[in-house]
């Protein structure tokens, strides 16, 4: 079936500006997670939704960092007023079941802030 | 909070030998899991293997094994018969039992795999 996917798969933006990434879930996962995956800062967790709890945002850098899902499927993650050290890959995982299981990932969303 | 620590950021091999990538990992839990994710230059990450702390016996997925040492809080990832295909950085990654936690991978900085003909 069809893996998780990501659009778009790269992105340029200028400083100031605000960016939305898209992350499509494999169909029946309800757990969905960010990562972001930086040169100096290596991979790191953003946020992740399970079902119809409160997301857990503890890994967001910034309050210009916001995600949300939509229906419990597709999730959006919006960076705000965008800074050069945004600069980076941005991954999308879902899992399937309560207790998360193997977390599956997309091909990722590359964006660089000029 | 828990730290994940691979201290090799390149390892080489050839074709159809052994390499073995390390990884340490501090934590005070008991109960937790442990992954080992490749990521080939299409960005994509691939599940290798994962190991249940609970679960003593050693993780193995056809030529991949895992040495797992729950006392000294290591979990190398050993590639038998390497191929050119596992070329790849590879992640070290744990993650929590908690019901606060379980769904953050925390990951090492990885390990470059080259593998020469």
Redesign the interface.
Known sequence: GAGVSQSPSNKVTEKGKDVELRCDPISGHTALYWYRQSLGQGLEFLIYFQGNSAPDKSGLPSDRFSAERTGGSVSTLTIQRTQQEDSAVYLCASSFGATGGEQYFGPGTRLTVT | AQTVTQSQPEMSVQEAETVTLSCTYDTSESDYYLFW?KQPP??????VI?QEAYKQQNATENRFSVNFQKAAKSFSLKISDSQLGDAAMY?CAY?SSRG?S?????????TQVVVTP
Not at chain 2, 42 to 47: E, K, W
């Open positions: 994710y299409s960005r994509q990450m691939i599940l994962r992640f993650r606060d379980w769904g953050k991978l925390q990951f090492g900085a990885g």
